[in-house]
């Protein structure tokens, strides 16, 4: 079964989570942490997003409490952006547990960015380099 088009908000809600993960990443130092963030990347990578442990999160805990949805988008943009996530946090891991530690505080501050971005402002790196690479090819 695939989801082509999916409620905005929950991409955002993933994103919110994101981005407080990713900040406590950076505040403690921790590894095992943004191995954690890591595989919530992975599994909406490789997934999809709706299958994501924070969309099932949304689905059960926040939806239910909203309104019905009134906006929706494709699926593949936010599936890519996971991906660029996944590829952020597995270079930061790398600097966390094998060195430069700077990469992996660039890593995360980098993907800290782009959550902080689409969960505060809905815009998505991850999905704009999508739609231009999409472009691009033709």
Same mark, same amino acid.
């Given at each position: 079964?695939?989801?082509?088009?999916?409620?905005?908000?929950?991409?955002?809600?993933?994103?919110?989570?994101?981005?407080?993960?990713?900040?406590?990443?950076?505040?403690?130092?921790?590894?095992?942490?943004?191995?954690?963030?890591? *595989?919530?990347?992975?599994?909406?990578?490789?997934?999809?997003?709706?299958?994501?442990?924070?969309?099932?999160?949304?689905?059960?805990?926040?939806?239910?409490? *909203?309104?019905?949805?009134?906006?929706?988008?494709?699926?593949?943009?936010?599936?890519?952006?996971?991906?660029?996530?996944?590829?952020?946090?597995?270079?930061?891991?790398?600097?966390?547990?094998?060195?430069?530690?700077?990469?992996?505080?660039?890593?995360?501050?980098?993907?800290?960015?782009?959550?902080?971005?689409?969960?505060?402002?809905?815009?998505? *790196?991850?999905?704009?380099?999508?739609?231009?690479?999409?472009?691009?090819?033709?």
């Amino acid at each position: 079964m695939t989801v082509d088009r999916i409620d905005v908000r929950g991409p955002r809600f993933g994103a919110a989570l994101t981005t407080v993960v990713l900040a406590a990443v950076l505040i403690t130092g921790s590894g095992p942490l943004l191995a954690f963030q890591a *595989l919530v990347f992975a599994v909406g990578a490789v997934a999809g997003v709706p299958r994501s442990p924070y969309a099932w999160l949304f689905k059960v805990a926040v939806r239910p409490r *909203l309104s019905p949805p009134t906006e929706f988008e494709g699926a593949a943009p936010p599936r890519f952006a996971q991906g660029v996530g996944l590829l952020f946090a597995v270079v930061g891991l790398a600097g966390y547990f094998v060195g430069p530690e700077w990469l992996g505080l660039a890593a995360t501050g980098c993907a800290l960015a782009a959550a902080f971005l689409n969960a505060v402002f809905g815009y998505c *790196l991850g999905c704009e380099m999508y739609l231009l690479l999409r472009r691009t090819a033709g």
